[in-house]
T-cell receptor, first 114, second 111 residues
């Protein structure tokens, strides 16, 4: 049973470019969460999605950030016009239907903005 | 005041020691409590989760929740060098979706 998959593992973007991060949840999981982790800091919730629906995006910056979880395919976290402050590790987690609190994390995507 | 407070450490112990990791929280509405282990440059791994006061044991790990004091603990018995990692406490509300994480405690177990 494959775990949560994220790609790419490392992403380098110049300021002003777009970053697109992908997350495939565990098989049978229909809930996806995105978190950001800065060096020496804990995980900060960004957004919670179910298939084709954004349920809670209260942790997402209002501008430049968006997320989707289409009916088919992985969940995507998109950051437009990246700035140096966006450099961080971005983790995706998934949980099984009805068990929101057992979240299983992927290996993360480390975004570096130059 | 942060919703969840966790001492970042580092905490250094000899192999075989009992390790105690702790978090305090301010919102009494938190209902679900988790502990994650995160190795360097890896994703967090769920260790324990509980939703009631008291103790929950799994192998060498024991999670303890004291809702009256808003205090949770993770105990690691017979600690091993492979336990060296950052341990994150986390908690969430009933019916809620957002999980709040502590900053993590870095643990080093010396052989």
């Amino acid at each position: 049973n494959a775990g949560v998959m994220q790609n790419p593992r490392h992403l380098v973007r110049r300021r002003g470019q777009e970053a697109r991060l992908r997350c495939s949840p565990m098989k049978g999981h229909s809930h996806v969460y995105w978190y950001r982790q800065l060096p020496e800091e804990g995980l900060k919730f960004m957004v919670y999605l179910q298939k084709e629906n954004i349920i809670d995006e209260s942790g997402m910056p209002k501008e430049r950030f968006s997320a989707e979880f289409p009916k088919e395919g992985p969940s995507i976290l998109r950051i437009q016009q990246v700035v140096r402050g966006d450099s961080a590790a971005y983790f995706c987690a998934s949980s099984p239907l009805g068990e929101r609190d057992e979240q299983y994390f992927g290996p993360g995507t480390r975004l570096t903005v130059t | 005041q942060k919703e969840v407070e966790q001492d970042p450490g580092p905490l250094s112990v000899p192999e075989g020691a009992i390790v105690s990791l702790n978090c305090t929280y301010s919102n009494s509405a938190f209902q679900y409590f988790m502990w994650y282990r995160q190795y360097s440059r890896k994703g967090p791994e769920l260790l324990m989760y509980t939703y009631s006061s008291g103790n929950k044991e799994d192998g060498r790990f024991t999670a303890q929740v004291d809702k009256s004091s808003k205090y949770i603990s993770l105990f690691i018995r017979d600690s091993q060098p492979s336990d060296s990692a950052t341990y994150l406490c986390a908690m969430s509300f009933p019916g809620g979706f957002k999980t709040i994480f502590g900053a993590g405690t870095r643990l080093f177990v010396k052989a």
